[in-house]
């Protein structure tokens, strides 16, 4: 498959002005096709399609366009962002996810005095980030308990904010234009538009059939590079206290996401350079761990 831009391009070249095509047994005449832009960020209309059928009434095709090997709906999720997709009650419907696998954060390594799979030696842990799937993603993932009105909000960006909604297309401000109502899953590339339209289900159809999952990645702060990988929001972190030169650990189930990696790994750098530990000498750090910090060595 082409990369996600190209598909979208094709798709939308299929829909050219002047262009008669049949859907739901009514012929339609293309008026206007455009890539819908907001001001900032992302819509969930892919590919606005405005027709006319011979009776004189128009209707918009706001089309989503997803490949069908495509696995996340959205990674390093802000809060922000969660909000758009899930509703005003998102921390809510997040802490929920994270508290249906308790045990899994709670059994994780927070320190790795050696590497395990794809986690380096010397590292310590920040929290977890949340993604949105398709399918699992891993040991801290579960599918997403959710209304069909929360599935159809999802994937038809319902939730955004005015600016994502209301989208300029060809240089014109189209109320909604970025709010999708249908949904094109492409399983091959370069077909013809009737393929296509074949394949087109109303966004109420598709996402009531979907399942949803949740995913928590781990973000970790890596002694050796004095790094983590960037300042992501967290579902889940670290409190880390250095109290009497013994180091505490806890996990924080509150406020999904108001926290962020940089404020975490800051904290952890600023404690490793108190007790002047260093990738040189991090076997050092044993001495001052406090009982329950579960880690490797």
Sequence with gaps: MPNFGETERYIKSLFCVGKYFSYDG???KVLKCGKPAPNSGECKTDVYVLTQDEQGTQKEFKISVKQDNADFLENKTSLERAIEILGKDAQ????????????KFESDYLIYFKAVGRTEALCVKIGWKYELLNKPGGEKSREITLTDQQKIDIYAGSNLDESKKNCSVNGEIINDSGVANFIINVDKDGQSLDYYLE???????FATKQNIYFACKALNYR????KWDGNRPLAVYVDWI???????????FENPLSTKGNEIGEKIRQILSQLKITKDNFDDLKKYLSDGINYIE
């Design 26 to 28: 009514i012929n339609c």
């Design 92 to 103: 809510t419907i997040i802490k929920n996810c994270t508290n249906s696998i308790k045990d």
């Design 199 to 205: 394949r087109m289900k109303t966004i109420e159809d």
């Design 223 to 226: 002694c050796s590079r004095d």
């Design 242 to 252: 250095l109290k009497d030169d013994k180091l505490y650990s806890s996990l924080v």
